[in-house]
Structures are given as C-alpha cells and as structure tokens.
C-alpha cells in the first residue's frame, strides 16, 4: 500500500472466511463487571484495537487529501466470473487504464453511498416541535427507517457470494448511530462502526489495501453523518464523563488524527487551541476537525469545556500524544464495563479467547 503499513501475515483481520463459515446475529456477551475479563481475553479483542492500530499506522503523516489506492476485491470477483463463463457479456465493465477489467462501483465507494443515504433520511426526517431541548424524538423515528433497511444498505457492499454475512454485519452498523431509546451517542457506538469495518475486512469486502481509504473516506463521511444527527437532533452523549472526558462524542478520529500529524513540519500539539491554525489546516486533519467541531458546539474558555484536550495541547509531540491517546482509548473505553457492555459478539468478533495458532 501506499506509504501504509502492511497487517502481519498471520492477522486474522485480512483472512476472508471459508464459504462454509456459519454466521451468527451478534448478542450482548459482557452482563456483569467480572465479564470484563473475558472480553479482554477475547479473539474479538484483539482483531479490533489490531483494526484500530493498523488504520493507526496507515494514516500516520498523511493529510485528508492524500492520494491513495483502494483494493480491487470487485475486480477480481469480475474477473473469476469472467474466467468460468467466458461467453457471458460485460456491459457494466469499463476498460481503465492499466486496471484490466472493473465492475464498479468499488466498496469503498459503495460504503460512501449508504452513508449518503443515512445522511439524506436525517432531511427527510425533520425534528419534531417538543418540550424538551434535548433528545428530539424525530431520531426515534429516523432510526426506525435505518432498523428496517440495515440490511439492504449493507447488501449493497457486500457481493452476492458473500451474502450469508449481511445479517451479522448489518448490527454493527444498526449498533453505530446511537441508542434510539436514550436518544443519545457515545464511545461505544463509535466502536460499534469500527467494528463494523473491521468484520468487512474479515470477510474480504475490504483489504489491506484500503486502510487509509478506510479512515480518510469513509470514516470521515460517517463522522459527518454522526455531528448532522448530533445536531440536528440534539442528542445526549451516552456515558459523557462532562469536562474531564475527552470528547462528549468521538474518540478514534483523535488517534487516528493526531497520527496523521506525527513529524508534521510545522503543525504542534500546542497549536490546536489555536483558532488561526485550527481554521486553516482542519480540512486537512481530523484531529483538528474535531476541535473545530467542539468549539462550534460549545461556549466558553477552552481550557474549561474542555480541559482533557487543553492539557494534551501541553504534550511537546505529536508522537507522544497519539500513544497517550491509545492508552487513554484502552483505559476509558475498552476497559470500561458501561461501554463494553452493549458490545454485540458473533462469528466473526468472537467472545471465546485469543487462538494462539
């Protein structure tokens, strides 16, 4: 990959599933605080912060607008159908240059496309007059309609030789907007879209390849779609820990935006409290988006809405700064029973334990 850092051989997060492999609906595995264990030991465990710190090393130094490639999973699938019906005509197939046969759209593209959608029913859902201030209640509906069609969105990346997956995988993203009941948003439903794109990749629907198409396109576009509906229907943030957490939303996109930073010339930790830099490089930077993000949606001094990133803006580099994060994610997060427990386990994040094979 381009500039990107390669999985181990061995990561079972790139390995596609046998034809054979039985899928499951994911359930809820994590009831009690002594249940923590367990998820800590898990092979679900580990294929996700893998996930999380392969995307990690794929975007480190790379600005938003950084040309990258994508894998070519639908041109291969074209090209083994080619290969047994040789007679059959291809009027979807376009001739790219150096590219051979291609079946657009790409998954990529296609992941893009169902988050477009999502973003498209918040219009066409608006919020409703009430009462209350927060947790408009238009979400409920909203989250109906995305309940209902989970499936079928997701049938749209994933190929028809791979179609006993869709019903796993389309909980991850029912899972990754937030809790229609709390009307609210957290770490934890976050996760639930990493986990989503991690069990892409372990069914071969996404490569190595695409790790910084991952982060950069459709990570980014889902981070979108989650302010529109934050804002658009003022919801809560689940689990919000106020003025010492980090975020009241988001986590990942500060890992994997002050990665992006590392060895930036001229870009320090010190100058995302700064307005003038926050708003010339944020397009460039998800780190910085975010800031731009919280200052939009809160008032006051900095230092006091957000005293967790203020005192991270202390930190001489980048580099220091991203491990911390990782550590902070690990200890605030993934070790947290209130997250972990909503977490859903199926076949491919499993609960049983780490294989050492």
């Not at 979400?139 to 869709?166: C, G, K, M």
Request: charged share 20%; proline share 7%; glycine share 6%.
């Amino acid at each position: 990959m381009a500039g990107g850092s390669r999985l181990p051989a061995q990561d079972s997060s790139e390995e596609t599933p046998p034809a054979t492999q039985s899928f499951i609906i994911p359930k809820k595995e994590i009831h009690t605080v002594p249940d923590m264990g367990k998820w800590k030991r898990s092979q679900a465990y580990a294929d996700y912060i893998g996930f999380i710190l392969t995307l990690n090393e794929g975007v480190k130094g790379k600005k938003l607008t950084f040309e990258y490639k994508v894998s070519e999973m639908w041109n291969e699938v074209h090209e083994e159908i080619q290969a047994t019906k040789p007679r059959v005509p291809c009027d979807p197939c376009l001739e790219l240059p150096g590219a051979g046969p291609f079946l657009p759209p790409q998954a990529i593209e296609k992941l893009v496309a169902l988050l477009n959608t999502l973003d498209r029913w918040i219009d066409e859902t608006p919020p409703m007059d009430q009462p209350s201030r927060f947790g408009n209640k238009a979400f409920r509906t909203w989250y109906a309609r995305l309940d209902q069609e989970a499936e079928n969105l997701v049938a749209t990346v994933v190929p028809t030789h791979l179609a006993a997956a869709v019903p796993e995988v389309a909980v991850y993203l029912k899972e990754s907007v937030g809790n229609s009941t709390r009307i609210d948003y957290g770490t934890g439903h976050e996760a639930a879209f990493a986990a989503f794109l991690c069990c892409l990749c372990k069914i071969g629907v996404l490569r190595v390849d695409d790790q910084i198409a991952i982060v950069f396109k459709v990570f980014n576009r889902y981070l979108e779609v989650m302010r529109k509906l934050q804002k658009t229907y003022r919801m809560e943030p689940a689990g919000s820990q106020g003025v010492w957490g980090l975020d009241d939303f988001q986590f990942l996109p500060f890992i994997w935006g002050s990665s992006q930073l590392i060895d930036h010339p001229y870009l320090e930790p010190r100058h995302f409290v700064d307005e003038k830099a926050v708003n010339e490089n944020h397009k460039d930077y998800m780190f910085l988006e975010c800031i731009l993000f919280i200052t939009e949606m809160k008032t006051g001094p900095f230092a006091e809405h957000s005293n967790q990133l203020w005192n991270i803006s202390a930190v001489p580099t980048w580099s220091k700064v991203n491990q911390g994060l990782i550590r902070m994610y690990k200890a605030e997060c993934l070790e947290k029973f209130p997250v972990i427990q909503h977490f859903k386990f199926g076949s491919l994040l499993p609960i049983h334990p780490v294989s050492l094979c």
